[in-house]
């Protein structure tokens, strides 16, 4: 009795049924865990110290990693607490915070497919794909380098990953966002990395801090679903932009995950791609192209990128008032 009630005390705790839940479709080692929980790292070690003390949960190495999986008894045996623990996962999917972490999960299984040289052990992985130094950070970043000398804006640029990565190869790039805290962070890491050639501004999507006509690409990565007005937000995008340059969006596709809205601050839950179609043609942009840029089997998230030209006539003045 003693020992039964330890185990129900440690499964009386929500994180680590939602590890468990986690463990149960796909095996992960502590830093995807910690992505998928969006917990500290040193909870999640701490729980499945726990678990694994407890036989629930077994640790194996591979590539260097130390990787976690439910113990044999759990992971198709016939034990008891296999039936329940499964009935529960099943009847909590609808959930919101599973739902989040199952988004999480796919992710993070997206990154290490991705991650060609860590991501499956020996005897599931093919051979041909593990290339030493093969990846899409590097391929874009080559891509990059083809790119002309342009002036870029990052509109909706949060901490400023894309912004430093577009700094590479642009003259300037002209980075926005409406948080103070967010920006400062993002101006760390600009000088951590050594980029000297980004203008940081704080302002909405929708009314930004900007010139006519002053960049030749105004991109905004996954900041549309934020903007409180995304039609105003792509009209303003295209105002930045020079005669003959571009607008470029990527954003999720319409989607029911209604979690994102508490969880991540989304005001939109996607667009549809006519949606956007329209959007952008209504903000006077020609030649505009809406596609799938990522979609995973078993992911709520589909990824479209939208772009489309500014024409070349001159532009209509603007009523409003706008920073340097």
């Given at each position: 009795?003693?020992?039964?009630?330890?185990?129900?005390?440690?499964?009386?705790?929500?994180?680590?049924?939602?590890?468990?839940?986690?463990?149960?479709?796909?095996?992960?080692?502590?830093?995807?865990?910690?992505?998928?929980?969006g917990?500290?790292?040193?909870?999640?070690?701490?729980?499945?110290?726990?678990?694994?003390?407890?036989?629930?949960v077994?640790?194996?190495?591979?590539?260097?990693?130390s990787?976690?999986?439910?113990a044999?008894?759990?992971?198709?045996g016939?034990?008891?607490?296999t039936?329940?623990?499964r009935?529960?996962?099943?009847?909590?999917?609808?959930?919101p915070?599973?739902?989040?972490?199952?988004?999480?999960l796919?992710?993070v299984?997206?990154?290490?497919?991705?991650n060609?040289?860590?991501?499956?052990?020996?005897?599931?992985?093919?051979?041909?794909?593990?290339?030493?130094?093969?990846?899409?950070?590097?391929w874009?970043?080559?891509?990059?380098?083809?790119?002309?000398?342009l002036?870029?804006?990052?509109?909706?640029?949060?901490?400023?990953?894309?912004?430093?990565?577009?700094?590479?190869?642009?003259?300037?790039?002209?980075?926005?966002d409406?948080?103070?805290?967010?920006?400062?962070?993002?101006?760390?890491?600009?000088?951590r990395?050594?980029?000297?050639?980004v203008?940081?501004?704080?302002?909405?999507?929708?009314?930004?801090p900007?010139?006519?006509?002053?960049?030749?690409?105004?991109?905004?990565?996954?900041?549309?679903?934020?903007?409180?007005?995304?039609?105003?937000?792509v009209?303003?995008?295209?105002?930045?932009?020079?005669?003959?340059?571009?607008?470029?969006?990527l954003?999720?596709?319409?989607h029911?995950?209604?979690?994102?809205?508490?969880?991540?601050?989304?005001?939109?839950?996607?667009f549809?791609?006519?949606?956007l179609?329209?959007?952008l043609?209504a903000?006077?942009?020609?030649?505009?192209?809406?596609?799938?840029?990522?979609?995973?089997?078993?992911?709520?998230?589909?990824?479209?990128?939208a772009?489309?030209?500014?024409?070349?006539?001159k532009p209509?003045p603007?009523?409003?008032k706008?920073?340097?």
């Amino acid at each position: 009795m003693k020992a039964v009630s330890a185990l129900y005390r440690l499964l009386g705790d929500e994180a680590r049924l939602r590890l468990l839940r986690a463990l149960a479709a796909e095996r992960l080692n502590v830093t995807e865990l910690t992505g998928v929980l969006g917990l500290a790292q040193s909870g999640v070690s701490r729980h499945l110290g726990l678990l694994k003390d407890a036989g629930l949960v077994t640790e194996e190495r591979d590539g260097g990693f130390s990787y976690y999986r439910l113990a044999p008894a759990l992971d198709g045996g016939d034990e008891p607490l296999t039936a329940v623990l499964r009935a529960q996962f099943a009847t909590a999917a609808t959930d919101p915070t599973v739902r989040a972490d199952d988004a999480r999960l796919q992710e993070v299984l997206r990154l290490r497919k991705e991650n060609f040289d860590a991501h499956a052990s020996p005897d599931t992985r093919d051979a041909r794909q593990l290339v030493p130094g093969r990846s899409w950070a590097a391929w874009s970043r080559a891509l990059g380098l083809l790119m002309p000398p342009l002036k870029v804006a990052d509109l909706g640029c949060g901490e400023g990953y894309l912004t430093i990565e577009a700094a590479r190869w642009a003259s300037r790039v002209i980075a926005v966002d409406r948080s103070e805290a967010v920006l400062k962070r993002a101006k760390a890491l600009a000088r951590r990395r050594r980029v000297a050639n980004v203008i940081w501004k704080k302002g909405e999507l929708d009314t930004l801090p900007m010139k006519d006509a002053v960049v030749d690409v105004a991109m905004l990565s996954q900041a549309l679903h934020h903007a409180e007005d995304p039609a105003r937000a792509v009209a303003e995008a295209a105002r930045v932009t020079v005669p003959g340059g571009r607008v470029l969006l990527l954003d999720l596709r319409a989607h029911e995950e209604e979690w994102v809205r508490s969880k991540l601050g989304d005001r939109r839950l996607g667009f549809d791609d006519d949606e956007l179609r329209r959007m952008l043609a209504a903000a006077g942009l020609s030649n505009v192209t809406v596609g799938v840029g990522a979609r995973k089997a078993g992911d709520p998230f589909t990824v479209l990128i939208a772009a489309a030209t500014k024409s070349a006539a001159k532009p209509r003045p603007s009523s409003r008032k706008h920073g340097t």
